[in-house]
C-alpha cells in the first residue's frame, strides 16, 4: 500500500436556484413590448391619418344645407281659454312629416319635463285656478331638431 495521499477531485459545489427572470425569458418579453409598441404607433398613425371618416354630428344645421335641415327655433305662443292654457306652434318651413315637441313645467326655470311629441300645432293643458304653467316647443324632422323655442308662461285667474 501506498502511503501517498489519494488525489480525486472533490465535487463541484450545487449552483442555489436562480430566483430572478431566466435569462431566456428577457428576449420574449423584451420582443413582446416591442412589437405592441410597433403596433400602438402604427394604429396612432392610421387614425391620425384616416381619410373618409365621417365627421361628427354637426349640434346646429344651416337653413342651406341640402336635404330642408332644421334651422332657429318655432314661435311658441300661450293663451288661456277659460281653466285651459292653449299653447300654439308656428315653424317657418315646416314639412309634411315634421312634428312638434313640447315641455311644460311651473316655472320657466324649470321647463324640464320629459318632451311630449303633438302631432298638430297646438297643445292643450287643463290647469287649476292660480296656478302657472311654462312651455317651450322644438321641431323634430326625422333625426335632426331644432333649438327650444322662446319660455312662455301663462297663470289661470283664479274664478
Known sequence: MSTRPRTTTPPPPQQPRSSGIEVGLLPLIAGIVGVLLVCGVIG???WATRDGAEEPVA???????????VAGAPDLRVRLDGETLVFTFDYTGLQEGDYFRIRTGGDPD??????????????????????????????????????????????????
Open 44 to 46: 396612432g398613425v392610421l
Open 59 to 69: 349640434t346646429q344645421t344651416e337653413a342651406t344645407q341640402p336635404g330642408g335641415a
Open 110 to 159: 324649470a321647463v324640464t319635463g320629459t318632451p311630449v311629441r303633438v302631432d298638430g300645432t297646438e297643445f292643450r293643458l287643463g290647469v287649476a285656478p292660480g296656478v302657472q304653467q311654462c312651455g317651450t316647443v322644438q321641431v323634430v324632422r326625422g333625426a335632426q331638431r331644432s333649438a327650444w323655442s322662446q319660455v312662455q308662461c301663462e297663470t289661470v285667474r283664479k274664478s
